[in-house]
């Protein structure tokens, strides 16, 4: 475990806290005006290997960018200090809000001007809380003002992949949104998960890189309700496509002729998961640990009830699950973000379908 002491004057930051995998939706927005929860666990944090927030630079040579790991033209870059650590709001201490630091928020704090916590023993700029509207509320350690220490306690290892399959935390497809109140007060609608979504747009980015610009068929049921609609719509048409399936710890070893595999990543360490042989060779397009789980093992809806039965007579009265009202969008700025930091947007085919996604405002795919 470690503590994030002040690198001006060595005062404690946060709580004890254990490192974790960045989640796939912590650059995301989401929504226009949703009150959305906090990005980490408490206890946890984890580093965002990119930069974050401003200054902005909207002037890159294309050899900087690609030194930065970015191999297809972008809006603008940040130009703030990689490697920032993202924690829960409530494991924050020994810090004080920076007023004339507010940014351009609506609702609450979007970090867009720079650190808006100072340490309150030194007062140096120390982190960004960020809690407006559409976005995960989460405070992010600048790099070059905390420094992490070592703490006693219990290292526990990470669980293991036989252990996550059976413990591991399903992220449910539906949840509702609840949004900034109004005269009427706080509102709620039915939506897609908006993790969902933003794991959606990653593993799009990386379906699109396995398909070589070939089709792509996924399995049915729920996976093709998220994949199948946007992979058709951006590849072309016609046959052999090319298989994906899903795959990973407690499932039926797949064909060694499948190109494509659904895999989970680790939650704690961020490592995907890796067959053996003969599908080594199979491109692993990584999932969160909670979507996948649900995707290979769906809660199913119970029509009656979980003990006993309803008598053969007897109406139902119990309510239906509450479904969104339209089709599945992955996240079109998670998308982006991961298509153009992969070596193979280079190819001029992929190259073409991100220039028109860029270009387009539609919102049916995304």
Request: hydrophobic letters at 40%; glycine letters at 8%; aromatic letters at 8%.
């Given at each position: 475990?470690?503590?994030?002491?002040?690198?001006?004057?060595?005062?404690?930051?946060?709580?004890?806290?254990?490192q974790?995998?960045?989640?796939?939706?912590?650059?995301?927005?989401?929504?226009?005006?949703?009150?959305?929860?906090?990005?980490?666990?408490?206890?946890?944090?984890?580093?965002?290997?990119?930069?974050?927030?401003?200054?902005?630079?909207?002037?890159?040579?294309?050899?900087?960018?690609?030194?930065?790991?970015?191999?297809?033209?972008?809006y603008?870059l940040?130009?703030?200090?990689?490697?920032?650590?993202?924690?829960?709001?409530?494991?924050?201490?020994?810090?004080?809000?920076?007023?004339?630091?507010?940014?351009?928020?609506?609702?609450?704090?979007?970090?867009?001007?720079?650190?808006?916590?100072?340490c309150?023993?030194?007062?140096?700029?120390?982190?960004?809380?960020?809690?407006?509207c559409?976005?995960?509320?989460?405070?992010?350690?600048?790099?070059?003002?905390?420094?992490?220490?070592?703490v006693?306690?219990?290292?526990?290892?990470?669980?293991?992949?036989?252990?996550?399959?059976?413990?591991?935390?399903?992220?449910?497809?539906?949840?509702?949104?609840?949004?900034?109140?109004?005269?009427?007060?706080?509102?709620?609608?039915?939506?897609?998960?908006?993790?969902?979504?933003?794991?959606?747009g990653?593993?799009?980015?990386?379906?699109?890189v396995?398909?070589?610009?070939?089709?792509?068929?996924?399995?049915g049921?729920?996976?093709a309700?998220?994949?199948?609609?946007?992979l058709?719509?951006?590849?072309?048409a016609?046959?052999?496509?090319?298989?994906?399936?899903?795959?990973?710890?407690g499932?039926?070893?797949?064909?060694?002729?499948?190109?494509?595999?659904?895999?989970p990543?680790?939650?704690?360490?961020?490592?995907?998961?890796?067959?053996?042989?003969?599908?080594?060779s199979?491109?692993?397009?990584?999932?969160?640990?909670?979507?996948?789980?649900?995707?290979?093992?769906?809660?199913?809806?119970?029509?009656?009830?979980?003990?006993?039965?309803?008598?053969?007579?007897?109406?139902?009265?119990?309510?239906?699950?509450?479904?969104?009202?339209?089709?599945?969008?992955?996240?079109?700025?998670?998308?982006?973000?991961?298509?153009?930091?992969?070596?193979?947007?280079?190819?001029?085919?992929?190259?073409?379908?991100?220039?028109?996604?860029?270009?387009?405002?539609?919102?049916?795919?995304?």
């Open positions: 475990m470690y503590l994030f002491v002040c690198a001006g004057c060595g005062a404690e930051l946060t709580t004890p806290l254990s974790v995998s960045l989640p796939v939706h912590a650059r995301q927005r989401y929504g226009n005006g949703a009150r959305l929860p906090v990005l980490m666990e408490s206890g946890t944090f984890a580093v965002d290997p990119d930069p974050w927030g401003g200054p902005w630079r909207d002037e890159i040579e294309p050899g900087e960018a690609e030194a930065r790991g970015i191999y297809a033209p972008v603008a940040s130009g703030s200090t990689p490697g920032a650590s993202v924690i829960a709001p409530g494991d924050i201490r020994g810090t004080r809000l920076i007023p004339e630091k507010r940014g351009g928020a609506c609702c609450g704090l979007d970090g867009a001007d720079g650190p808006n916590m100072a309150e023993t030194c007062d140096l700029p120390v982190a960004t809380r960020v809690d407006d559409s976005l995960w509320q989460a405070v992010r350690l600048s790099p070059d003002a905390v420094h992490r220490v070592p006693d306690g219990i290292h526990a290892a990470p669980l293991s992949w036989s252990e996550l399959a059976e413990k591991g935390e399903k992220t449910p497809p539906f949840e509702p949104i609840a949004t900034w109140g109004g005269r009427l007060g706080s509102k709620h609608y039915w939506s897609w998960s908006p993790q969902w979504e933003a794991a959606a990653q593993a799009l980015a990386h379906l699109l396995a398909s070589q610009g070939q089709p792509v068929k996924v399995p049921g729920l996976t309700d998220v994949f199948q609609r946007a058709d719509a951006l590849l072309p016609g046959a052999p496509k090319q298989r994906a399936v899903l795959a990973g710890p499932q039926p070893f797949p064909d060694a002729g499948v190109d494509i595999l659904l895999v990543v680790h939650p704690q360490t961020g490592r995907t998961w890796t067959p053996a042989s003969p599908t080594a199979a491109y692993l397009v990584p999932l969160p640990l909670g979507v996948w789980l649900w995707l290979v093992s769906p809660q199913p809806y119970l029509p009656v009830p979980a003990s006993g039965r309803i008598p053969q007579d007897v109406l139902r009265d119990e309510p239906l699950p509450l479904l969104p009202d339209y089709l599945f969008r992955a996240d079109r700025e998670t998308f982006l973000h991961t298509v153009v930091r992969l070596p193979a947007v280079r190819s001029p085919w992929l190259r073409t379908i991100v220039e028109n996604l860029t270009r387009s405002t539609s919102a049916d795919l995304f």
